[in-house]
C-alpha cells in the first residue's frame, strides 16, 4: 500500500509540472487567445487518486484479515485435530466396552431364558404333581371323615344337664336314659365325658358325649329324643347325634330353612347323613347340599305356592288335618 501511495504522490507532481509548463506556454499566447480552466481534470485526477486508495485498502485489509483468520485457524486446528483425535479413540474404546458388555448381557439373558424354560416345565410338572396330591388329599379326608363319623355312629349328645360332680359319669348316663325315656332296662354306656371346651362357674353346662355300648342302642335313643320335649330332674335336656366339627357346620346350615318350613302342612323335610337336605312337597322330592340353593327352592316353589293356596280358601272355610 506504501507503494500505491508513492506511486500515486509521483504521478500527481508529474502532473503539476505538466500544468506548469502548459501554463507558461499558455503566457505566450494570452493575448491573442482565451483558453478553458485545467480545474475540472484535478478534480477527476483527485478522485480517481481517492478510490484507488480505497480500493486498495480494502484489498490489503481483505488480504490482511484474511491471513490472520489463516493463522488463527491454523493455530487451533491442530489442538481441534488432535482433541478430536482423541475423543474418536475415546469412542472408541467405550463402543469396545459397551459391545463386550452387550454381548455379556446377550449370554446372560440367554441363560436366564434357558433357566426359566427348565423351570417353566418343571413347574407344569409340579404344578401336575399338586394337582394330583390334591385330588388325593380329598380323598384321604374324606375317608376319615367317614371314618370318623362311623366311629361316633354309637354317641349320642346330651345338652342341658347340670354340671355338678359325677354328672357325666357311664352310670348317671344309664341312669339318666333309663329315666328319661322309662325303659325297663339298663342301657350299657361304654364311656361318657364332658366336651372339652373350657368352663367357669356361671357359664351354660357343657355337652355330655357318651359312647353307648351299641349302635342300635343309640339309633333308639336317637329316635326316642325326637318324638317331644325331654326333662331330666326338672331341667330341659336335649339329645343329639355326634357328629364331627365339619358334618355339624354343613348342617347347621339348613337350620333357616328348616325354619321356615317348622309346621307347614303337607310339607316333609329332614337332613340326612351327612349333610344332605331332603324336601318332598306335592309328592315331588328334592335333595340339596347346598344350603342357599335350597333356601332359594323353598322360597320360589313352596312358600310362595303355600301362599297362593291359602288366599284361594274362603275364611269360613275349616281345614283337617289328614
Excluded at 75 to 90: M, P, Q, T
Excluded at 247 to 265: E, G, I, S, Y
Aim: neutral net charge.
Amino acid at each position: 500500500m506504501a507503494a500505491n501511495l508513492r506511486k500515486y504522490k509521483y504521478e500527481a507532481s508529474s502532473s503539476t509540472r505538466t500544468s506548469a509548463a502548459a501554463a507558461k506556454s499558455s503566457d505566450s499566447t494570452a493575448a491573442s487567445q482565451t483558453t478553458p480552466s485545467p480545474a475540472p481534470i484535478a478534480d477527476m485526477d483527485v478522485t480517481a487518486i481517492k478510490a484507488d486508495i480505497l480500493a486498495s485498502l480494502r484489498q490489503d485489509i481483505s488480504t490482511i484479515i484474511t491471513q490472520e483468520i489463516k493463522n488463527a485457524f491454523a493455530d487451533n486446528f491442530a489442538s481441534l485435530k488432535s482433541d478430536i483425535h482423541d475423543v474418536k479413540i475415546e469412542i472408541n474404546n467405550n463402543t469396545a466396552a459397551i459391545r463386550a458388555e452387550l454381548d455379556q448381557v446377550k449370554a446372560d439373558v440367554k441363560s436366564v431364558g434357558d433357566g426359566l424354560s427348565t423351570w417353566s416345565d418343571e413347574m407344569v410338572a409340579v404344578q401336575e404333581t399338586v394337582t394330583s396330591l390334591k385330588k388325593e388329599m380329598q380323598v384321604l379326608k374324606n375317608k376319615c371323615e367317614d371314618l370318623e363319623g362311623r366311629m361316633r355312629r354309637g354317641n349320642i349328645r346330651i345338652v342341658g344337664v347340670a354340671e355338678i360332680q359325677g354328672s357325666s359319669t357311664p352310670e348317671t348316663i344309664s341312669s339318666l336314659l333309663k329315666e328319661v325315656f322309662r325303659l325297663d332296662r339298663e342301657v350299657r354306656v361304654e364311656r361318657s365325658h364332658r366336651s372339652l371346651t373350657q368352663w367357669r362357674p356361671g357359664d351354660a353346662p357343657r355337652a355330655i358325649i357318651a359312647k353307648l355300648n351299641s349302635e342300635g342302642d343309640a339309633a333308639d335313643i336317637l329316635r326316642r329324643a325326637r318324638r317331644g320335649k325331654l326333662h331330666y330332674r326338672g331341667s330341659p335336656i336335649a339329645i343329639f347325634p355326634d357328629y364331627t366339627a365339619s358334618v355339624a357346620k354343613a348342617r347347621a346350615a339348613f337350620t333357616d330353612v328348616r325354619k321356615m318350613l317348622h309346621d307347614k302342612p303337607g310339607i316333609r323335610y329332614g337332613i340326612l347323613y351327612p349333610a344332605r337336605f331332603r324336601v318332598t312337597y306335592n309328592n315331588v322330592e328334592k335333595e340339596f347340599v347346598d344350603a342357599s340353593k335350597a333356601m332359594n327352592y323353598v322360597k320360589e316353589n313352596i312358600l310362595q305356592s303355600t301362599e297362593e293356596e291359602n288366599t284361594l280358601i274362603p275364611e269360613n272355610t275349616i281345614m283337617f288335618d289328614p
